[in-house]
T-cell receptor, first 115, second 114 residues
Framework: GAVVSQHPSWVICKSGTSVKIECRSLDFQATTMFWYRQFPKQSLMLMATSNEGSKATYEQGVEKDKFLINHASLTLSTLTVTSAHPEDSSFYIC???????????FGPGTRLTVT | AQKVTQAQTEISVVEKEDVTLDCVYETRDTTYYLFWYKQPPSGELVFLIRRNSFDEQNEISGRYSWNFQKSTSSFNFTITASQVVDSAVYFCALSPGANSKLTFGKGITLSVRP
């Protein structure tokens, strides 16, 4: 079964609004989670590394003020897309590793459409 | 910098054929991890295998097998007796540590026809 969950699985929002995506590790603590973005028919690109209790580390070219990441607990990381625009429409996927096992495992992803 | 190259973009086979998906990687790290993931049309990434750089032993799991060769920086994936349910996009990925960020290849779209 899945070890990482995401919510919502899909969301449609209007341009200029903000949307929050949740990533949860199920039955295990994840001090580090990763957020990726995947445009249609493309590969996954890392956006940021989410660290529990500290600031996220963003990859080059990713606007940290636009993509707010909060890792407030050992089982939850959130990604908030602020002032979303149509070009932010994408598939957002988080990952975490269950200690002592293989992986990392990915969440089922959140498909964001900005109209 | 780390790089993963999946030169094949699309592969189409008939059911029961064997198919090999190629993966070539570049890294300056002496310790690293290699992965294969499957992404069916639903979008969810399914973990298939993780291999560390010190373990060159090839692995077989059911119809799946992996050939890791450090000498050629390759980590190829073979599906034996392919099935329609194997149709998906397959990604090879590389990371400097077991819990580090992954660098993905561009993916290979595999279509298995009945």
């Amino acid at each position: 079964g899945a070890v990482v969950s995401q919510h919502p699985s899909w969301v449609i929002c209007k341009s200029g609004t903000s949307v929050k995506i949740e990533c949860r590790s199920l039955d295990f603590q994840a001090t580090t989670m990763f957020w990726y973005r995947q445009f249609p028919k493309q590969s996954l690109m890392l956006m940021a590394t989410s660290n529990e209790g500290s600031k996220a580390t963003y990859e080059q070219g990713v606007e940290k003020d636009k993509f707010l990441i909060n890792h407030a607990s050992l089982t939850l990381s959130t990604l908030t897309v602020t002032s979303a625009h149509p070009e932010d429409s994408s598939f957002y996927i988080c990952s975490a590793r269950l200690p002592g096992t293989s992986g990392p495992y990915f969440g089922p992803g959140t498909r964001l459409t900005v109209t | 910098a780390q790089k993963v190259t999946q030169a094949q973009t699309e592969i189409s086979v008939v059911e029961k054929e064997d198919v090999t998906l190629d993966c070539v990687y570049e890294t300056r790290d002496t310790t690293y991890y290699l992965f294969w993931y499957k992404q069916p049309p639903s979008g969810e990434l399914v973990f298939l295998i993780r291999r560390n750089s010190f373990d060159e032993q090839n692995e077989i799991s059911g119809r799946y097998s992996w050939n890791f060769q450090k000498s050629t920086s390759s980590f190829n994936f073979t599906i034996t007796a392919s099935q329609v349910v194997d149709s998906a996009v397959y990604f090879c990925a590389l990371s400097p540590g077991a819990n580090s960020k992954l660098t993905f290849g561009k993916g290979i779209t595999l279509s298995v026809r009945p």
